[in-house]
């Protein structure tokens, strides 16, 4: 794989969102560079509403993610889980599985290990588990085995506890397109407001100052590459 070869990256997260908090500036210095990307969401948001029945949620918080994901141009994948149903099991670990089958993924952005919450620490061990079962024949999903294991990067949790990045990607030529991919998701923006008192937009450009000051540059974010056996690549994949 050549350093200028276009790449599919797969930013896959618990609930819409997720990745826009994480990993959007990132994403949207790939889409710059022309590769192709998959944005991948696991549960449906069905919970983060004290008015809205789930279904009615869940339908709105999808047409969100839509909207975010075609800023970017990234195919959206849905695997419709319920809130706090993305459990250990060998269902879910077929379906995310056979999702970095579909889009060939030669890099994941998913989420830190020390993470809040089980769906998003779960998810990340399916991640890891479904990595290497994509490139085995004898498990079978929907799509093709893939030729080799791709790397694993884990992206910043919300408030950042116990997450020292090691990659840095410059996002302060796309910040902007960062914001206008979270602002789709005004249901969430409303919902974060008045649970936790919290400005998320205004929380994603101080995180990304905050890391642009440990790296030298106006606005960053932050990822840490999972280390173990085949994930690992030679060169830099991130922009």
């Not at 060939?104 to 998810?123: C, E, P, Q, W």
């Not at 991919?181 to 995180?207: A, K």
């Amino acid at each position: 794989m050549s350093e200028h070869e276009v790449l599919s990256v797969l930013a896959f997260g618990a609930h819409p969102d997720d990745i826009e908090c994480g990993c959007a500036g990132m994403l949207a210095r790939c889409a710059e560079r022309g590769d192709r990307l998959t944005i991948a969401i696991a549960a449906r948001g069905d919970s983060a509403s004290s008015e809205l029945p789930p279904d009615e949620l869940a339908a709105l918080r999808s047409r969100e993610a839509r909207a975010s994901a075609g800023l970017i141009g990234a195919e959206l994948i849905e695997l419709g889980l319920d809130d706090g149903a993305i459990a250990l099991n060998d269902r879910n670990r077929s379906l995310v599985t056979d999702v970095i089958r579909r889009c060939s993924a030669d890099a994941v952005i998913t989420h830190f290990d020390k993470d809040y919450g089980s769906d998003h620490n779960n998810l990340l061990a399916l991640v890891l588990d479904a990595s290497v079962n994509a490139t085995v024949a004898r498990f079978a999903t929907d799509h093709r085995p893939i030729a080799r294991i791709p790397a694993v990067f884990m992206m910043e949790p919300l408030g950042g506890f116990g997450f020292q990045p090691e990659v840095y990607v410059d996002i302060t030529g796309t910040l902007a397109t960062k914001r206008r991919m979270l602002e789709c998701h005004r249901s969430q923006i409303e919902w974060m407001s008045r649970y936790g008192g919290m400005d998320f937009r205004e929380y994603i450009e101080v995180v990304a100052r905050f890391r642009g000051y440990q790296c030298g540059t106006r606005y960053a974010e932050g990822f840490i590459a999972h280390k173990s056996f085949a994930h690992v690549p030679p060169i830099r994949l991130l922009p």
